[in-house]
């Protein structure tokens, strides 16, 4: 079964600093993996997804995030981060004969003036 | 297009309750997840339902059960409430079988006394 392991319960950061969240896998194909954003009492919003092809993937708010299968890693990233990015972040895998994904415990992002 | 909808927003309910909770799917999508985001944790997969019929469920007990209607607009349904309930739940709709692209309701938030 997949597993997602979220190693940072919790980032403090700067605004206008740069972000890196840290995602590991488990699992023995190549997986299809997501990023959410939570905002309190929201629900989940899809900041990107992989499936195949280009290991560094665009999404949405300019964030970014690069599978590295050496690694079994899918680590978010955002250049300059904004007030509006503090949130919860979800990472999640699934695969193409499955029909479930498998999140992980998520990260808090809090950002300070 | 309308997005991912749930009704109600918040529910408390006392134990040995059942509830009923909604979800209407993106507009041209034929999946429904159901997932479970216990507070300070990530969403589990309970159930899908794929073309009126459940396509896989996660691990929770038979008192979760749901319906999946020919318009693709799901419930979940939940005997016999016990206190650890209580928990956010989420609905996700897609196209197809499988974990392709989920997309979010805002989900409803269950209280159980």
């Known amino acids: 079964a997949q597993s997602v392991t979220q190693p940072d319960i919790h980032i403090t950061v700067s605004e206008g600093a740069s972000l890196e969240l840290r995602c590991n896998y488990s699992y023995g194909a190549t997986p299809y993996l997501f990023w959410y954003v939570q905002s309190p009492g929201q629900g989940l919003q899809l900041l990107l997804k992989y499936f195949s092809g280009d290991t560094l993937v665009q999404g949405i708010k300019g964030f970014e995030a690069e599978f590295k299968r050496s690694q079994s890693s899918f680590n978010l990233r955002k250049p300059s981060v904004h007030w509006s990015d503090a949130a919860e972040y979800f990472c999640?895998?699934?695969?193409?004969?499955?029909?479930?994904?498998?999140f992980g415990a998520g990260t808090t992002v809090t950002v300070r003036a | 297009e309308t997005g991912v909808t749930q009704s109600p927003t918040h529910l408390i309910k006392t134990r040995g309750q059942q509830v009923t909770l909604r979800c209407s799917s993106q507009?041209?999508?034929?999946?429904v997840s159901w997932y479970q985001q216990a507070l300070g944790q990530g969403p589990q997969f309970i159930f899908q339902?794929?073309?009126?019929?459940?396509?896989g469920r996660g691990n929770f007990p038979p008192r979760f059960s749901g319906l999946q209607f020919p318009n693709y607009s799901s419930e979940l349904n939940v005997n016999a409430l016990e206190l650890d309930d209580s928990a956010l739940y989420l609905c996700a709709s897609s196209f197809g079988q499988g974990s392709d692209t989920q997309y979010f309701g805002p989900g409803t938030r269950l209280t159980v006394l």
């Open positions: 507009s041209g999508h034929n999946t």
């Open positions: 999640a895998v699934g695969r193409n004969d499955d029909y479930k994904l498998s």
């Open positions: 339902y794929y073309r009126e019929e459940e396509n």
